[in-house]
């Protein structure tokens, strides 16, 4: 069983061509899930992106303007569907575990396809989860 992490893209992005774990660390917030995901020593983080769907860290991509949460609902289901086709076959989605670091808009349509899931921040707004990730320390 892996420690599979799935985080949320952000608005505030890089303006140029970079790997995707780059393309968002203008955002302190981004920054603050993945040394959330250091502390917790994650197998594998993923990037969910509106316009490009399951990312590797690794992956090269060029800047965009697209927020999931302004997208269609035909638009969401297709892109869930895309991104579930994708994690099935880089993931055990039945045995790893996911530590959802990404919003509604995301995990909506593929929640029910992931049997272990744990959101630390479920429920929090922005300000508190970026205070919960700044004050998490490993026990």
């Known amino acids: 069983m ?3 992490a799935l985080i949320g893209c952000t608005a505030r992005k890089q303006d140029f061509s970079c790997p995707a774990i780059e393309m968002y660390t ?4 981004f920054n603050l899930k ?5 502390k917790i020593d994650v197998d594998k983080i993923f990037i969910l992106s509106a316009k490009y769907g399951l990312l590797e860290p690794e992956a090269i991509i060029e800047p ?4 999931l949460k302004e997208t269609s609902k035909e638009y969401k289901l297709n892109w869930s569907k895309e991104v579930l086709k ?5 993931t055990d989605l039945e045995n790893d575990e996911f530590i959802i670091l990404a919003g509604n808009d995301y995990m909506k349509y593929l929640i029910e396809h992931i ?3 744990y959101n ?3 429920g929090l707004g922005i300000g508190q ?7 998490f320390e490993c026990d």
């Open 115 to 117: 049997l272990n899931t």
């Open 2 to 4: 892996s420690k599979i």
């Open 129 to 135: 989860q970026m205070k919960f990730f700044k004050e």
């Open 26 to 29: 203008k955002s302190n917030y």
């Open 86 to 90: 994708d994690l099935k076959e880089k």
């Open 120 to 122: 630390p921040v479920k």
């Open 64 to 67: 965009y303007n697209l927020h």
């Open 34 to 38: 993945l040394d959330y995901c250091k």
